[in-house]
């Protein structure tokens, strides 16, 4: 599977958009492109996944690059409560048992 | 709707003793895994499952023992604990496979001395 690379971590104001990017510069045809975060002692939660096409739901949205080498997730309007490490994770759907997580992106959302 | 459950929530072990970390899903998911979690490693993948019956090892399998014997029912065993597996515990489940629907407890603590 595709190695990803995220910085350690950023800081975001209150009220404005984050742009978390990830690096995958290997992927491969048939891997998707996922995020999850991970709140201070809680587990991980999924937020959002994308093939090719940019994806939005009521979390996030999911803006990939026309060659796929590289992703961004924004969250358009940032709270405390964003506060977590988030994870970047490329898959195969066809081998996606083995699913391990990196040390993602430490996003503090400041006052 | 519980979800996915843990227990303990925390737990101290000393060198040598074993113990069974317990994790219960009430959603009828077919997939479910073990992580441990250390500072400055993300999670890495110990065990899986992909139905009653049926294990498999993950990133990091030395020294724990899974089985699973009911849909609901995952537990991960240390037959010997070690300080090594000083760690933060998490379970996880999806309906399938498709992890984008990977539901994970909120974790057990384990200290071992």
């Known amino acids: 599977d595709a190695k990803t690379t995220q910085p350690t971590s950023m800081d975001c104001a209150e009220g404005r958009a984050a742009n978390l990017p990830c690096n995958h510069s290997?992927?491969?045809?048939?891997?998707?492109v996922y995020w999850y975060r991970q709140i201070h002692s809680q587990g991980p939660q999924y937020i959002i996944h994308?093939?090719?096409n940019n994806e939005t739901n009521e979390m996030a949205s999911l803006i990939i690059t026309e060659d796929r080498k590289s992703s961004t997730l924004i969250l358009p309007h940032a709270t405390l409560r964003d506060t977590a490490v988030y994870y970047c994770?490329?898959?195969?759907?066809?081998?996606?048992?083995?699913?391990?997580f990196g040390a993602g992106t430490t996003v503090t959302v400041r006052a | 709707n519980a979800g996915v459950t843990q227990t303990p929530k925390f737990q101290v072990l000393k060198t040598g003793q074993s113990m069974t970390l317990q994790c219960a899903q009430d959603?009828?998911?077919?997939?479910m895994s073990w992580y441990r979690q250390d500072p400055g490693m993300g999670l890495r993948l110990i065990h899986y499952?992909?139905?009653?019956?049926?294990?498999d090892q993950g990133e990091v399998p030395n020294g724990y023992n899974v089985s699973r014997s009911t849909t609901e029912d995952f537990p991960l065993r240390l037959l010997s604990a070690a300080p090594s597996q000083t760690s933060v515990y998490f379970c996880?489940?999806?309906?399938?496979?498709?992890?984008?629907?990977?539901?994970f407890g909120n974790g057990t603590r384990l200290t071992v001395t």
């Open positions: 959603m009828n998911h077919e997939y």
């Open positions: 994308g093939l090719k």
């Open positions: 499952s992909v139905g009653a019956g049926i294990t």
């Open positions: 290997t992927i491969s045809g048939n891997e998707y």
């Open positions: 996880a489940s999806s309906p399938t496979g498709g992890h984008s629907l990977l539901h």
């Open positions: 994770i490329v898959r195969s759907r066809s081998n996606d048992y083995k699913l391990s």
